[in-house]
């Protein structure tokens, strides 16, 4: 069984900062990418930033560029969100997600294989 638990949302004001932890826990698995996907309510879950293992890379969505940043470690499975510059349109609840196949469309949501529970981020005005 393998599990991925997110941790660090909260309530914030506009213009403040959060960081986000995700790490997986339970079986081994060899994971090829990891992103951040959210969802506000009554909208579809949309990807945010995304990281490649193999190559390093990393994708973002034009509504985080320049305010957020992934980073993490692939031998312990784990990705950060450092959310900065925080807008009430990023209250969401946010989603780590990793993937296990070699092919893959890295802002896929229906790439991914493995998901976490959720964290709750909520930014006032």
């Known amino acids: 069984q393998v599990q991925l638990v997110e941790s660090g949302g909260g309530l914030v004001q506009a213009g403040g900062s959060l960081r986000l932890s995700c790490a997986a826990s339970?079986?081994?698995?060899?994971?090829?990418?990891m992103a951040w996907f959210r969802q506000a309510p009554g909208k579809e879950r949309e990807f945010v930033t995304a990281i490649s293992w193999r190559t390093g890379d990393t994708y973002y969505a034009d509504s985080v560029k320049g305010r957020f940043t992934i980073s993490g470690d692939n031998a312990k499975i784990t990705v950060y969100l450092q959310m900065n510059s925080l807008k009430p349109e990023d209250t969401a609840v946010y989603y780590c997600a990793a993937v296990v196949k070699r092919t893959y469309s890295i802002s896929q949501k229906g790439s991914y294989d493995y998901w976490g529970q959720g964290t709750q981020v909520t930014v006032s005005s």
């Open positions: 339970g079986r081994t698995f060899t994971s090829y990418a």
